[in-house]
């Protein structure tokens, strides 16, 4: 049985940081494309992030740009999301994502996480 478990959601200030973790098991990670959308209330879920299997290709979604940052350790199967600089419009519950396709492309995701909330403050 597949799962993806995120941590490391919360409540911070403007401006502040916050690291996620997806880790994933029942599945070949060093085999998947992974990534990070997120779904704020009211809107659709949106791509923020992905990695491809080595990590040696990482794409963004404008708006975090220049303040998001996403890894994995395919050692430990985890994959990260290191948010800086955050605003109030990145609060939203945040999800996990793994597909064999590159994530940008993929016309349906083939595994997702649970979600875990990041509230931002003003």
């Known amino acids: 049985q597949v799962q993806l478990v995120e941590s490391g959601g919360g409540l911070v200030q403007a401006g502040g940081s916050l690291r996620l973790s997806c880790v994933a098991s029942g599945l070949p990670f060093s085999s998947y494309d992974m990534g990070w959308f997120r779904q704020a209330p009211g809107k659709e879920r949106e791509f923020v992030a992905a990695a491809s299997r080595t990590a040696g290709s990482t794409y963004y979604a404008d708006p975090v740009k220049g303040r998001f940052t996403i890894s994995r350790d395919n050692a430990k199967n985890t994959l990260y999301l290191q948010m800086n600089n955050l605003k109030p419009e990145d609060t939203a519950a945040y999800y996990c994502?793994?597909?064999?396709?590159?994530?940008?492309?993929?016309?349906?995701?083939?595994?997702w996480g649970q979600g875990t909330q990041v509230t931002v403050s003003s």
């Open positions: 994502a793994a597909d064999r396709s590159p994530i940008p492309i993929a016309t349906r995701i083939t595994y």
